[in-house]
Every structure is written in structure tokens, then in C-alpha cells.
């Protein structure tokens, strides 16, 4: 099984500052198989990046990841109030076909 | 307007059964793999079962093979999720989610709370 760990646990940040997310994995993951999601209290997961570094259609240029291997990144930048919300990685292949991590959970100030 | 719409969350007592729903809207259904994911209180998402777009395989997480069943109609848009011998750790919000690639999910519906407790 294929773990990925996401730091920090807990990211506390002003507007305007820039958050970096960090995924990790157990083992290799295919730059192609590798997401983010949003999720803000109450709402639905929205997907964010897939394939490492491409957006979602909708998201805004202030989101980016990138990385390969076993590390990758999440990357908000010029925050704003509403981007407060727990960020999840997500990585396909191996057994589950499918695991994410444990969540990074974002604060704005 | 595309959208996905569960149901049939509730509160069971532990070794029972529920069965939940998910309606599709603005997208053609048979087109996509559809699959459960849920959290836990207080966890992070896991991947609970896929099924292909025209319903040919199904795979679960081991979680819960051999416990759950999931089927879609394609001529009602529907996607459901059959749950036996429920365990307390079953407890969770349960999504549905569209299937891109096979790689991730990139809709997802609002989710159905399913608490297991005596």
C-alpha cells in the first residue's frame, strides 16, 4: 500500500502571504496519478490539481503543484479568507487502488 | 448543471444494512467509472469501491469487501452502494465521485452521513 503524509498538519496564514503543502509518498507515484482536493466544512471535495501540476478546470492561477517521485507540492499563493479549507493528495495505483493522505488543514487569518 | 446527489445516509445499529443512493444529473452517466469515498470523523478520505461505466468490474477497498456491494443503473443515472455487517468504523460521510482517467475523481456529490452505533 502506497501512504502518502501531508504536512504540516495545521497551516495558520495571513491573506496576501503563500502556503506550501507538502504530499509525501510511501513508495514512487507517477506524476500522472498524483491529485489535490479542497474541502471546506459542510461542502463537497472539489478537485484542485491532477496529474501533479495541472489545474482543474475553474481554479485559479494561484493554485499550483508540482514534484515527482515521492514528493510533491501544493502551492497557494496571494491567499485569500476564503481559501481556508483541508487540502487532501491523492494518488491512484498499487493496493488500494486508490489512498490519499491525511489532510493539510488551512487557516487564513 | 452537472451534479451529483446522495441519499439514504442514517443511523444503524452495528451488523445491520443500509443501502445508499447517488443521483447523477448534467452529464452522460454510462460515459463514466463511478466510485464511493468517505471520511471518518476526524480522518482523512478513503476510497471505499469503483465501478466501470458500463458496469463490467467492480473493485473495493478490503475495508470492506466482502460487505459491500456496488451497482449503478445507467438507464436511471443512478449509483448505489449496498452496505452489510456494518461495524462502528463504518462510520462516515459517504460521497460519490465521477471517475477521470481512472486516475482521480473530479465531481463529487455533497456526501450522506452513515452513523453506526447501538
Known amino acids: 500500500e502506497i501512504v502518502l503524509t501531508q504536512s504540516p498538519g495545521t497551516l495558520s496564514l495571513s491573506p496576501g502571504e503563500r502556503a506550501t503543502l507538502s504530499c509525501r509518498a510511501s513508495?514512487?507515484?507517477?506524476?500522472?496519478?498524483l491529485a489535490w482536493y479542497q474541502q471546506k466544512p459542510g461542502q463537497a471535495p472539489r478537485l484542485l490539481i491532477y496529474?501533479?501540476?495541472s489545474r482543474a478546470t475553474g481554479i485559479p492561477d494561484r493554485f499550483s503543484g508540482s514534484g515527482s517521485g515521492t514528493d510533491f507540492t501544493l502551492t497557494i499563493s496571494r491567499l485569500e479568507p476564503e481559501d481556508s479549507a483541508v487540502y487532501s493528495c491523492?494518488?491512484?495505483?498499487?493496493?488500494?487502488?486508490?489512498?490519499f493522505g491525511q489532510g493539510t488543514k488551512l487557516e487564513i487569518k | 448543471q452537472v451534479h451529483l446527489v446522495e441519499s439514504g445516509g442514517g443511523v444503524v445499529q452495528p451488523g445491520g444494512s443500509l443501502r445508499l443512493s447517488c443521483a447523477a444529473s448534467?452529464?452522460?452517466?454510462?460515459?463514466?467509472?463511478m466510485h464511493w469515498v468517505r471520511r471518518a470523523p476526524g480522518k482523512g478520505l478513503e476510497w471505499v469501491a469503483v465501478?466501470?461505466?458500463?458496469?463490467?468490474?467492480?473493485y473495493y477497498a478490503d475495508s470492506v469487501k466482502g460487505r459491500f456491494t456496488i451497482s449503478r443503473d445507467n438507464s436511471k443515472n443512478t449509483l448505489d452502494l449496498q452496505m452489510n455487517s456494518l461495524r462502528a468504523e463504518d462510520t462516515a460521510v459517504y460521497y460519490c465521485?465521477?471517475?477521470?482517467?481512472?486516475?482521480?475523481?473530479?465531481?463529487w456529490g455533497q456526501g450522506t452521513l452513515v452513523t453506526v452505533s447501538s
Open positions: 465521485a465521477r471517475d477521470q482517467r481512472s486516475t482521480y475523481f473530479d465531481l
Open positions: 448534467g452529464f452522460t452517466f454510462s460515459n463514466y467509472g
Open positions: 465501478k466501470f461505466y458500463d458496469g463490467s468490474r467492480q
Open positions: 513508495q514512487s507515484v507517477s506524476s500522472s496519478y
Open positions: 496529474g501533479a501540476s
Open positions: 491523492q494518488q491512484y495505483g498499487g493496493s488500494p487502488l486508490y489512498t
